[in-house]
């Protein structure tokens, strides 16, 4: 079982609020902060579930970056190609 510093540290670090973080995997608000507060334990399966999760988030935000990048870069060699053949 975590401790409740571990699910609050955890959560911020993820840069989420408690509503944002219980929603993720599908719990209340009031279920994450009787966690964080010691109030009732928090099941190992909740915190795995969150990790995936958060893991899944990171991964896809991943891909938009770099789906971001190529798409600038594509752009930039179309634009450098296009001034050429005006030269």
Same mark, same amino acid.
């Given at each position: 079982m975590y401790i409740p510093e571990q699910i609050k540290a955890v959560r911020l670090k993820a840069g989420l609020t408690q509503a944002q973080a219980a929603e993720l995997i599908?719990?209340? @608000? $009031?279920? %994450? &902060? #009787? %966690?964080? &507060?010691?109030? @009732?334990? /928090? $099941? #190992?399966?909740? /915190? #795995? !579930?969150? !990790? =995936? @999760? =958060?893991?899944? $988030?990171?991964?896809?935000? +991943? +891909?938009l970056d770099e789906e971001q990048v190529e798409g600038a870069e594509r752009e930039e060699r179309e634009a450098c190609e296009s001034d050429h053949a005006e030269v």
């Open positions: 599908g719990y209340s @608000k $009031r279920a %994450w &902060q #009787d %966690w964080e &507060q010691g109030r @009732k334990p /928090m $099941r #190992d399966a909740a /915190m #795995d !579930l969150f !990790l =995936l @999760k =958060l893991a899944v $988030r990171d991964a896809e935000n +991943e +891909e």
